[in-house]
Each structure stands twice: as structure tokens, then as C-alpha cells.
């Protein structure tokens, strides 16, 4: 059975993420007024990464369960990681969170225990920077995307397979990406074929879709090109979709059109909520 | 024995035995208990709860009066760790902070066998009775002449695939704990023999069982091996491999009531 393989420090997995830092990411999302795509982006991203390390610190330190890589593109291609760990692509999930390039501390709500909320000061470790600058060179970065994935795949070769995660908000615009994604979903491990998510974010305030397994409501030929080339959900990923209040049919697939930021916070969560850790 | 993958370090499962009192009232306690592998400090916490048990507990009317000692004793335990990593240089990481403030978290299962008076023995036995505590999914299976006759607190296999309920050293993650507790007792003949086991386990010696399998031989036969460590650790090495066995860590104790 594919998509079943214990992700342990012996057989680790991988997560990829690509994000889109064309200069259309300083827009804020559709629909609503203030915070820039690129600063949305970089905080659910930042976020998530915190997470993860949370995910897989133990008593003795943070077990290397997964590599970590960030490739940003706009006006350039490359790893987005900043500090210690900048220019790397893939990085053992320890080194990740050995290595954020400045701790911030921001402010939460939380209930005060009287019915109240009270504000309380966290840390937010920050590996991502907003960038959102020039044009949208899709097909290379998912050129890299692959090279990067292929050395992760010789080298573990039975790991449940890579997930990667896409986010953007353009068209390419170094030619037509299809065939560098399919690239990309065509890797596989013994455990199954590497997993693409596309997430689109919103430039105008039209009803997002999400995890559609059909491609009859998309608006255009771009969408369609999103759909096509993003996997289908696994049975665990549906499950997931699910618990977030959203009923996807069989063949859904983990692509998200013009989706705001609460989408794309979902859809991180679904790609990367472990299934099989050990 | 630890998971697949894990040093014996990491095993994050513990047991203890208590010593049998010295006057002719016999009574013998035994305790297991399984730390949630997504917590921190939950190999101390699993070691702590056993610790506890055999050595304190009574009755399940002081329940309440065990846990919030339990609880005092680990925040004492949690101090002198944060302390000695202090003494070692070794800071308190952000990516820690989250899992220390939300504590460890556990299963566990204590086994009280009494005999009130040793020197009074009853005609339908040896006049034994047992009491056991659950909270979680660690499990106690009680043989007689060969048959299974009681399960405790888990019956069914299937019921390992939910998330059990497991006890916190947090304080505020135990709302309605007492509630979760759960009891059982009966009688003990001699050549009884018990098996205490955390979830993997258990969930493939109830598996066996509703197949018309009789696993408790399995079991028995590897402790009466010439070397039972070697004999228990191959054991379970081939169940996983054979995906009989989720990988997991292990625990097992069998007991018997010999006169």
C-alpha cells in the first residue's frame, strides 16, 4: 500500500516548499485590505516550520524525522532560508530549528481562565523573509524543485514519499510549467509517487475553491494547468480535509484556487500533518 | 523493549514490582505504564507513575489524595531536571518550551494482589483477590487452566485504533481525570497467571484471541527460554516485521500464583 511507510529518523521524509516572491506578492490578498501576500505567505510559513521542529523535539532534541527545504522565486531561484542555513535546499529539521535567523516576540490571545482573553508574549522564530520582487519563474524553480527532490530520493530511496507545497499567485512567466511539475510527481520512493500541492492565492475577491476532484467549475486555462498537474489527496490528507469542515469527493486533489490566507494555513496543514511518525 | 528505530534510551514505557511484605498478609503490587511519544519528559513521567503506584497506593477512594501527590512529586521532578540542565549548560530550547508547559502525558496500569491473611486459606483457591487501576489503554489479561478470563480495561483489538485517554502531569490537561480511572477486581486460584502489557502488544494478544488463537502460550513459552531477553527481543522483532506487531515500545509482565 502506497503512502504507508513509517517516517522515522532511519527512514526520513522530506517537505518542500516553493513559494512564489514575484513582485504581485506585495498585493494584499483579494478582497481584503492591509496585510501583503508575501507577509501572509512568510508568516503561516514561518509558522508551520516552528511547528513541525515542535512536532519532532523530544526530551533529548529535535529527532531529524524530516529534511526541510525552501526554494523562493521571483527575482531570483534559489533556497529561501536566511541565516546560518541560507542558500542550503534541503536541511535536517534539527539543523532548521537549531538555526532560525532571529527569534521575534510577538503577542497571542490567550483565555485568562475568567471568560477574558489576555495577551501574552511568544517566540516566533523566523527562517523566511517576505520577498516580493520582479517575475514569476515557475518552471525553473520547479526545475530545481526536482533536481533537489531526485538527490533526496536516491539517497532514501523507501521514505514515505516527499510532499511539496506551492504557493503562488501568478502565471509562469518563463514558459509553461506543466511539464517541470510532472517531473516532479513522477519521482517516487517504494512508498509512492512525490506529492504536489498548489495552492493559488486570491488576486480578486471571487469564492475561492478548494480540493475540487474536477476541473468543470475552474475559471481559465491557468487554473486548469494548477489542477492538472497538483496529486490527488491521500486517504489520511482527506481525512484531514474533513476535520476542517470541507467534504471532498474521491480524487480530490491538493489544489487550492484563488484561496486566502486561512486556505492556505489549512492546506499546509494538510500536507504535512504526520500520518506515521515514529 | 524500545521501538524499531529507538535506542533503549528512548524507551519511554515503565514498569515496577513492588517487594512482598514481610508479615503473613501477602500483598504484591505490579505497575506498568506507556509515555506518549508526541510529549516530553514522558519516559520520567511513565517511571514516576509507577514509581508512585507501587509504592503508595490504597484504595481507589484515595484517589484524588494519590494524584495530587503524584502531581507534587513530579513538579519536584520537573524542577531537578531544569535544574540539571542548567548545571550542564544546556539551555531550555524554544522548540521545548511548548511541550514543557503542556506536560507529559501516559497510560497506566497498577495490579494490587492481596492476600488478606496468608495463614487463613480459603477452600475455592488460595484466597487471593486482585484489584486493578487503568487509565489508557495499557492492558491486564488473566488466565485460568489455559482460558482467558478476564481483559481489563480494553476487550475488543479494534479498540486500539482511538486515542486513548492518558493521565497528564499538567494539572490543567486532567479535567475529569478521576472520571477516567478505571477499576476491576476478582479472585485468584493458584497456578493463575497474569499478563500486563502496553498497547501494541495487547492489541495483538487480543487479536490472537478473538482469531481462537491462544497467545498467552507464545508468551509464556519465550520467558521459560533459555535466554528470555534474547528470546522475548526476537520475538517481537519478527512480529513487526510480519506487521503483527505495530512498532512500538513494549512492556510485558506475567505473574503467576503458585500456593
Not at chain 1, 542555513?85 to 542550503?88: E, F, L, N, T
Given at each position: 500500500m502506497s503512502y504507508s511507510a513509517e517516517i522515522s529518523r532511519t527512514n526520513p521524509s522530506c517537505f518542500l516548499f516553493v513559494i512564489d516572491q514575484s513582485g504581485s506578492m506585495a498585493d494584499p490578498f483579494g478582497g481584503e485590505a492591509g496585510k501583503r501576500k508575501a507577509d501572509g505567505v512568510a508568516d503561516a510559513l514561518n509558522r508551520l516550520l516552528q511547528n513541525l521542529v515542535i512536532k519532532c523535539a523530544k526530551t533529548e532534541g529535535v529527532r531529524d524525522y524530516y529534511y526541510i527545504g525552501v526554494i523562493g522565486y521571483g527575482a531570483q531561484v534559489g533556497s529561501a532560508f536566511l541565516g546560518n542555513?541560507?542558500?542550503?535546499e534541503l536541511v535536517p529539521i534539527s539543523e532548521v530549528a537549531a538555526n532560525p535567523a532571529r527569534i521575534e516576540e510577538r503577542t497571542k490571545k490567550v483565555e485568562d481562565g475568567a471568560g477574558g482573553l489576555v495577551e501574552q508574549m511568544v517566540k516566533f522564530p523566523i527562517w523566511i523573509e517576505p520577498i516580493a520582487n520582479q517575475g514569476t519563474p515557475m518552471r525553473k524553480a520547479m526545475t530545481m524543485a526536482e533536481t533537489t527532490l531526485k538527490s533526496f530520493v536516491a539517497a532514501h530511496p523507501d521514505a514515505f514519499p516527499p510532499i511539496v507545497i506551492h504557493i503562488t499567485d501568478g502565471e509562469s512567466t518563463d514558459g509553461d510549467p506543466t511539464e517541470a511539475m510532472r517531473n516532479v510527481t513522477n519521482i517516487q520512493t517504494s512508498d509512492g509517487n512525490v506529492l504536489l500541492f498548489n495552492v493559488h492565492l486570491s488576486s480578486s475577491s471571487s469564492q475561492p475553491i478548494a480540493y475540487p476532484n474536477s476541473s468543470d467549475a475552474l475559471p481559465d486555462k491557468y487554473a486548469q494547468l494548477l489542477f492538472d498537474t497538483a496529486s490527488e489527496l491521500t486517504p489520511f490528507m482527506l481525512s484531514i480535509a474533513r476535520e476542517q469542515g470541507y467534504d471532498p469527493e474521491a480524487g480530490a486533489r491538493g489544489f487550492v484556487f484563488n484561496g486566502d490566507l486561512a486556505l492556505v494555513i489549512q492546506s499546509l496543514d494538510i500536507g504535512t500533518r504526520p500520518s506515521n511518525l515514529r | 523493549m524500545p521501538k524499531a528505530g529507538n535506542t533503549a534510551a528512548e524507551y519511554e514505557d515503565a514498569f515496577g514490582v513492588s517487594k512482598t511484605s514481610p508479615d503473613s498478609t501477602f500483598r504484591s503490587v505490579v505497575a506498568i505504564a506507556d509515555g506518549a511519544s508526541e510529549s516530553l519528559l514522558s519516559r520520567q513521567w511513565a517511571k514516576l507513575l509507577v514509581k508512585r503506584f507501587v509504592r503508595h497506593w490504597q484504595e481507589p477512594s484515595e484517589l484524588d489524595e494519590w494524584l495530587s501527590d503524584t502531581l507534587r512529586a513530579w513538579q519536584h521532578e520537573k524542577r531537578s531536571y531544569l535544574r540539571q540542565r542548567v548545571r550542564e549548560h544546556k539551555p531550555i530550547q524554544w522548540y521545548e518550551e511548548p511541550g514543557l508547559e503542556a506536560g507529559a502525558f501516559a497510560a497506566l496500569l497498577g495490579l494490587v494482589i492481596t492476600r488478606p491473611d496468608a495463614s487463613n486459606e480459603s477452600s475455592n483457591g488460595c484466597g487471593y483477590t486482585w484489584r486493578a487501576v487503568a487509565v489508557g489503554d495499557c492492558c491486564l489479561f488473566q488466565m485460568r487452566a489455559d482460558v482467558c478470563i478476564r481483559s481489563f480495561p480494553v476487550t475488543e483489538s479494534r479498540a486500539f485504533t482511538n486515542r486513548p485517554f492518558l493521565l497528564s502531569s499538567n494539572l490543567a490537561r486532567n479535567a475529569g481525570i478521576a472520571e477516567r480511572f478505571q477499576f476491576a477486581e476478582g479472585d485468584a486460584q493458584r497456578h493463575d497467571r497474569f499478563f500486563l502489557m502496553t498497547d501494541a502488544l495487547a492489541a495483538w494478544f487480543l487479536y490472537e484471541i478473538e482469531n481462537g488463537a491462544a497467545p498467552w502460550r507464545e508468551l509464556s513459552n519465550l520467558f521459560r527460554a533459555k535466554n528470555p531477553a534474547q528470546a522475548v527481543g526476537e520475538w517481537i522483532k519478527a512480529r513487526r516485521t510480519a506487521h503483527e506487531l505495530r512498532n512500538d515500545d513494549v512492556t510485558l509482565i506475567e505473574l503467576e500464583i503458585l500456593d
Open positions: 542555513i541560507a542558500g542550503r | -
